[in-house]
């Protein structure tokens, strides 16, 4: 069985805190609007004081958290999260934060990872009569907390909910946000898979999974939750604390690439300067004899990458390519037949850059090929010379069990084919993507993880 097919994966965002002035729901409104591009399909907010009242829905924040309905939630402590479902388990009880109530008192948990034993805690629970109302990671989390505290979450002890989490979920790539009755906990895995930002502010204390979330705040300090740290924010203050002295940090590289906002500052780097270094490094690793016209990007990611690659290679840098912003992202969606569909939708080509040019296009990546293929063919019909593709990632060619989207081995359109081979099936006159070694250059440290830069499949499985 693929890794795929028995786990439901998940790139989210998070935010929660607590505000000093009043309701946090529209705090955390505006803060996962941020991080919307992290997650499409539903989104939610819990919110109170000792009562918590949830409001979650299917679709983008402003449909999903309307203000007629956010504006009834009250409450100084709050969590919220954005969601994208990877294997069209999109089920409204998938929808997060998920809130119990437990001897009396509620707890919520809104999560981001992806965390490979929960299968096996699921079916244990299962085996002993437990039933679960959803199919995510998120529950059996919530559960596992439950049965190992067995007192009100009132009592729970920021180093005993991090002891259970590293006790039962080690192997996982997880930030976890927990409000617990006045209290908001946060939690980042020992790897550091996902990033988690920190700010202190004059409206109150905040977490989030991307400090662009923090923008427009009134901030006195930001700081980057390291792996293996959490931080516990009470109406009085807050303390970051570390939970394990395990230093095995493998933070997931498409972060930078991929993911994330290019406003960001996520693993101590800013993400447009990496792509823009990314790019640089990509016209580097071309033929001395390589040249083309125009430098377009696939937006938005694509953008900096571009910019870096026209610098470094004095091919203009043109927009070449119009994103239609109201469509959601392609990676970003489950079905494959959306998928296509969606960019077509997505890109508008002028054909003006293009017609009649030797066009490079740069791309963050290529998973499936399907946007690329799309794309070239775009650039064919307004009536290209030459469309040289190139990728400033190297080839993908292993699946990610920490939450990420890849598809099976069998649908990478890298596995295992020659950069020839590639050409060929996306309709393109040349492909390149970067070596890993001028990836290294760009990541440096031994703290990235690349593993689907691997084919051999005991790597993956190895953090
Ligand atoms: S395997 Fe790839 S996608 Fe998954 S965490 Fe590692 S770098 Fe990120």
């Known amino acids: 069985m693929s890794i795929k097919n028995d786990k439901i994966n998940e790139e989210c965002g998070i935010f929660g805190g607590f505000c000093k002035q009043g309701n946090i729901a529209p705090y955390i409104k505006c803060g996962l609007l941020k991080l919307q591009h992290r997650g499409q399909e539903a989104a939610g907010v819990c919110c109170g004081d000792n009562k918590q009242n949830v409001v979650k829905n299917s679709g983008l924040v402003n449909f999903a958290l309307d203000n007629s309905v956010l504006k009834n939630l009250e409450g100084n402590f709050g969590i ?6 990877t294997f069209g388990d999109d089920r409204k009880e998938n929808i997060q934060p998920l809130k119990v109530t437990y001897m009396g008192e509620d707890v919520s948990l809104a999560h981001n990872g992806n965390v490979s034993q929960a299968k096996n805690i699921r079916e244990k629970f299962e085996r002993i009569g437990e039933v679960f109302l959803s199919s995510s990671d998120s529950e059996v989390i919530l559960k596992r907390l439950i049965f190992s505290l067995k007192k009100k979450p009132s009592l729970w002890t920021f180093e005993e909910v991090a002891k259970c989490l590293e006790d039962n979920f080690s ?14 906990m946060a939690f980042r895995d020992t790897f550091g898979y996902r990033p988690l930002m920190f700010a202190n502010c004059s409206e109150g204390y905040f977490v989030a999974s991307e400090d662009v979330a923090f923008y427009g705040l009134d901030v006195n300090e930001i700081i980057e939750i390291m ?3 959490g931080i516990e924010i009470t109406k009085d203050g807050y303390e970051i604390k570390t939970f394990s002295k395990d230093n095995n940090i493998c ?4 972060e930078q690439i991929y993911f994330s906002s290019s406003a960001s500052n996520i693993f101590s780097q800013n993400v447009y300067n990496t792509r823009i270094k990314l790019g640089e490094m990509l016209f580097k690793s071309e033929d001395n004899n390589f040249s083309a016209d125009v430098a377009i990007p696939v937006m938005d990611s694509g953008l900096g990458c571009a910019i870096g690659y026209s610098q470094a290679s004095k091919i203009p840098f043109h927009l070449g390519l119009v994103r239609n912003n109201w469509m959601e992202r392609s990676f970003i969606q489950p079905k494959q037949e959306k998928r296509s569909l969606n960019v077509k939708q997505k890109f508008i080509p002028i054909k003006s850059v293009i017609q009649g040019k030797r066009v490079v296009l740069i791309d963050d990546s290529l998973v499936r ?10 650039l064919w019909q307004c009536g290209a010379k030459e469309v040289h593709m190139r990728s ?7 699946t990610c069990i920490w939450g990420v989207d890849i598809p099976t081995k069998e649908e990478l359109i890298s596995y295992k084919k020659t950069d020839e081979q590639i050409a060929k099936q996306i309709g393109a006159t040349s492909v390149k993507f970067l070596p890993q070694e001028a990836l290294l250059d760009v990541f440096t440290g031994n703290v990235w993880c690349t593993k689907c830069f691997k ?3 005991n790597e993956i499985f190895l953090p």
């Open 80 to 85: 919220g999260h954005v969601r994208y479902s």
């Open 171 to 184: 192997l996982g790539a997880y930030c976890i946000l927990l409000y617990l009755p006045n209290r908001v």
């Open 227 to 229: 792996p293996a740290q």
């Open 251 to 254: 933070q997931c590289v498409f």
């Open 369 to 378: 090929g399907t946007t690329s293929k799309e794309i070239i063919k775009m």
């Open 392 to 398: 400033v990632s190297p080839k993908i060619v292993n």
């Open 455 to 457: 084919e051999d499949e």
